[in-house]
């Protein structure tokens, strides 16, 4: 009976001659022919490691295929096996989509990189090197300081340009009221990465000093930025786990994800890709190569395969 | 006292604002008090569609299938196959079209399979060297319209390659090339058959103005859930953004056509499906053509958008270059998509007004000219890429394709230009943008936050009654309780507030624009062109100037909505102006008024219900461009859809938050269809 | 002419008893009324009356002209009859065959094979060439191009529009789109042929010029027609017989002599009120029986002159006139008197009917 079913599903299939589901062969031993769907962000760093795992798999014999998605909904995608994996999932910004389609089933962790990453609050440096706020990186500097960090809608007080409300919901406007300086600094949401680099651009050209959310490893590493140190990391120190919410961000890991089934139709691709771990220094190796040498994204990859064979052929046995 | 007020219509508001402004002083801002808020009593909504979407994708119908990969049996929902297999249609003539253009595998693999073209490496086809698909496209233009049309189509996709977008710019009109036909087919499909069927019209009416005023943002998620990510869903959810236009202009065209013709074409004996194809079609073609006009310009306003559900090409460049605030190449990039839009326009204009000569007694070449034109172009490309490859032996054969980014570029020219803008402008801009969001938006975002709901609801149903009767009254009414009784009605003030002040802003800029361009036959279709620029322009591209000179405020957010919306009431009022009936100007020049005479007691009020259907458009032009603002940084509906994306019930509160924006503009577009239909019906323009 | 309709055996058309009538309720209404239908009553009740009873055969060959005032329901007895408009009740007989209960496909052989319609506003296809549109019918019929654009360029000669053939409507005057609009009605080479106000939407000149190629064209081809106007000096100029509406009905059916000289009605009488009679009648309606006894004059004049081209010349005659008929023999005299009172007299001067 259900031998009899199927066949009428693979037969509409088959009909329709156009479903690439469809056209698959035995199952071997070996990796599947089928492609291993990679997702593109818009970021270099997520660009270029794109292309070299793609370039490492394909070493490895498999068919790859690049795919443009928006970063939070793509687990979704992998959950429905639309993209087979995700491997720059960003603790702070990402952890709560990877883990709600986690709990729905359909993907799995992977593993992740030696990369530690720090997603929090921080100044472009000459803002420091201008003494805009005396006594950062320290958060009490943050203070007597707010004055040189308002803007036309900040009523008076100091901004925090925090990233999209979806990123990590109320968490900075909580701790500015757990801190006790709620009343000398508000929080403007931006719309999207976009926006911080703007800021980041325009208070520099202008001179003027500006408190934006952002993350390393990332370019803006290049210009110089600081974090501004909070009291430190513990569990449940947020207010949201019912801590007193004046705790930082911890220092945040960087994870692999993928589709419940690629370890089943690809099993040595799966192997590899679960053995790779970037360290911090080798993810801005790749973004600079685009972002400082201007180059493209493909070539970029190439390059940093190239040079890097030790590195990642082992993972590949 | 009573009679006055049942006479005079600027009395009656003068009562309700009163009545008013007596609300809102009178009603206390507490969230137990029911006047000042609503409860959320559909807060669990989104939800429900959550749950009924996931129900339908994940568990209805579950049927067996074996999966050979994993060599085991799978439960797949039947809805989920379904979609599955009908877009893989969708993406397979997609791949097909773009293969032709720039080679792969996956043609051969939707016939072979994945495992016979991993083993016959030599079997991928190959691309066509750019200047075979250049000159392809020059030929085509010629034979649609003559030489003009094929130097420009010539010129358009050879600076296309020059510039190093060749890939991403075939890539996007591959996809472009599939959903621009399919929603032009729907359309007419859809449109006849609402011609045919009052019913369907009646129920027709009301998915088009929401699938228009809908932000796109609200239907990627569903659409990703139901159809996957790639440029099938790409092509999807621009279908579903392209189709409205077509089907309303069909409809409009077809209600247009006499219905003598229609007798005509019946005496000549038609059947059913020649009057329809052969008259009424043809004849209401004028419509037809502005739709397609239309479709193929959302189309290309949908590229960037589309990317983010995985459709490929021009549009994720454009993304990815914005990221780095890479603002010359993003340029670039943005005008290579205006290019692919006009000569797509141009192409498909041409083609529609081609003749047929009947008494040309044509010999083999002339008959074949095209076709041997074709094949010329094609061996002097092959020869020329041969050629290439002997000439530049190193790196890339650029007569063969001129690799991504490796083109010319005028990238640090724009970028000088626009760090001049910021040098020139900037801190003269700085005390305006100051000035404008302390003393204007703040307080203007305030008030509407003060406003108790039982307020609003008086003014705007009064509003609407004392428009459009009672009916208008109520539908009002519903619409807006639907948005009170979800958990975002604050969001919903803000929103409202951001397209208040940017309509307003757009209105007095595309009247006092259009009025002057409108004087003079060259400016107005100057301005129409412009028009069409914009509308395909990626408005992502001017968000980052924007921020740059304005920060991330709501300033930068008014500007971005109102580049984009000023645009429909420019071409209203400059197409209002242009059917002022000819006997009318006369007749005023003959009493011996000034310009300016003619101007306010003439062509104003002659032209202001067209006008005033170009304040609709303009309404949800910056409806839709909320979603933009968003990105920006704002604290209204658009910044949750955004959000909505990462959500777990992203599906329901994307597609809820997406019905509030569109409540609001059909609330507003209630009245001043309402409105604008009486003056017409007054002026007896209809 | 009126006892010939008892001869129905060669009507080509026969109406009996159609009805049409606008509006929901419109088969409900007419049933109760039990076919006695008052146009103000229906309209109280939201039916427009638009045809009303209507009785009557058109014969072979016939030039049939429907007049009224505007609104009078004269297109859509025509539309009724082609079918473009399904009548509420009653049957339409083309040939014998009852054309209400035709199917689609039998409607469309009709109209392809035997019908053809020309329209106030030209109702030419905008987009397609003068050539074209006249190639319609038989593209449409599926008559290969060659053959169909052959066919349509003899229509464009006949219409006198050669050198025209790649214009598009817009590009024409309205007579000229009006010869396009009749040389796409007749490519089919239809029996019957209808007119709906073919030349109202002209100025006068060109109207006249467009009648008097009408005339030529109907010597030439004498089709089954009928042609609908307001014009009553169109309709005397070319009609056999005349059908004059109002509200619906048809308030008399008959030759123009008679229309003119016995109105059934009040109605057609105030209609013919100021047509002067000497261009509407015939000789033959005023022509006294021959006595061979009397003495005539050597003038002859032919039975269906009409009195105003002929009236001169009778009248410096100085004795009476011979009338003769096509075959040149004498079939009457024609006195002096009579058309002086025919010219200067009143309406109780009525002529006898011997003739009619
Ligand atoms: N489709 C229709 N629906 C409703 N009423 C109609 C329709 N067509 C014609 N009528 C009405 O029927 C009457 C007769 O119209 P018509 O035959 O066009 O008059 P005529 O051709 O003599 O000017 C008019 O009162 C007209 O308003
Ligand atoms: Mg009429």
Known sequence: ?317 | MIEALKQKKYLQFILLLIIFVVLCMVIAPSDSNYLWRLPPLIKDLPLAINDSVDFAMFEWMPIEVYDPEIEEFEQKPLLKEVTRVSSGFILFMIELIREILLGGVKTIVAFMGWDWATDNQWARWPALPWTIVAGGAAILGYALNGFRLALFVGLAFTYIAVFGQWEPSMQTLSFVLIAAPVSVFLGLVLGVWAFRSRLVESILNPLLNMAQIVPHFSYLIPVMVFFGIGDHAGAIATIIFATPPMVRLTLLGLKKVPPEVGEAGLMGGCNNWQLLTKVLIPTARRDILIGVNQVIMQCLAMVVIASLIGAKGLGNDLLIALNRLRIGLALEIGVCIVLIAIVLDRLSLAWANKQTDYFADLSFKQRHKYSLMFGAVFVGGVILAGIGSLIFKEGFNYLYLIPHNKGITTENFWQAGVDWIWDTFFYSLKSFNEWLIVEVLLPVKNAYLSMPVAATFVLTMGIGYIVGGIRSALIIGGLLLFIALTEWWDRALITSYLVTVSVMISMTLGIVVGTLCAQHPKSSRFILTYCDTFQTFPSFIYLIPVMMLFGVTDTSVLIAIVVYATIPALRYTVEGLHAVPESLHEAGSMSGVNRLQRWLSIELPVSFPHMALGVNQTVVFALSMVIIGAMIGTDDLGQLILGALSEKNGVGNGLVLGLCVAFIGLAIDQVIRTWANQRKEALGLE | MSTSAANSSDALIRCDSVYKIFGDQAKSMLESSGGVVDAQKFQEAGCIVGVNNANFEVHQGELLIIMGLSGSGKSTLLRCISRLTDATAGNIYIEGEDILQMNNKQLIELRRNKMGMVFQSFALLPHKTVLENIAFPLQVKGVGTKESITRAKEMVDLVSLSGRENYFPRQLSGGQQQRVGIARSLAIEPDIWFLDEPFSALDPLIRKEMQDEFLRLQGVLSKTILFVTHDFDEALRLADRIAIMKDGVIEQLDTPANIVLNPATEYVRNFTEEVPREKVLKIDSVMDPYDPSEEISDLKVPQDAIIETVAEAVLTAGKPVGVVNQAGEIVGALHASKIISILFGGHANTPDQQNS
């Open chain 1, 1 to 317: 009976m259900k031998r009899s079913k199927n066949k009428t599903v693979r037969a509409m299939m088959v009909a329709g001659c156009v479903s690439l589901l469809s056209a698959t062969g035995v199952a071997k031993a070996a990796d599947s022919t089928s492609p291993i769907v990679i997702p593109i962000h818009n970021w270099s760093s997520q660009i270029v490691m794109a292309y070299v795992l793609g370039g490492m798999f394909e070493k490895m014999g498999n068919n790859v295929e690049y795919v443009p998605a928006d970063s939070q909904a793509v687990y979704e995608s992998i959950r429905n096996g639309d993209v087979t994996i995700s491997h720059e999932v960003w603790q702070s910004t990402f952890g709560k989509s990877f883990y709600n389609a986690m709990a729905k089933g359909g993907v799995i962790d992977a593993g992740t990189h030696s990369a530690t990453t720090l997603e929090e609050m921080g100044v472009p440096t000459w803002v420091i090197e201008k003494d805009l706020c005396p006594g950062l990186p320290n958060w009490e500097a943050l203070k007597d300081c707010h004055a040189n960090f308002t803007t036309p809608d900040s009523d008076g007080k100091g901004r925090w340009l925090e990233g999209p409300q979806s990123w990590h919901g109320d968490l900075m406007p909580e701790r500015l009221e757990a801190l006790g300086l709620a009343d000398k600094w508000t929080v403007k949401f931006a719309g999207g990465a976009d926006a911080l680099w703007t800021e980041l651009a325009s208070a520099k050209k202008e001179g003027r000093g500006t408190v934006v959310f952002n993350w390393t490893p990332n370019f803006t590493d290049a210009d110089g930025f600081t974090f501004i140190e909070f009291p430190p990391y513990y569990e449940g120190c947020r207010k949201s786990d019912g801590g007193d919410g004046k705790c930082g961000s911890p220092k945040g890991w960087l994870k692999k994800a993928a589709n419940y089934k690629f370890p089943k139709t690809h099993p040595a691709a799966y192997t590899a890709f679960s053995k790779a771990s970037f360290s911090t220094q080798q993810i801005g190796q790749m973004a600079a190569l685009v972002d400082t040498d201007k180059m493209d994204h493909k070539d970029a990859a190439a390059k940093w395969l190239a040079d890097n064979e030790d590195l990642w052929m082992p993972w590949t046995k």
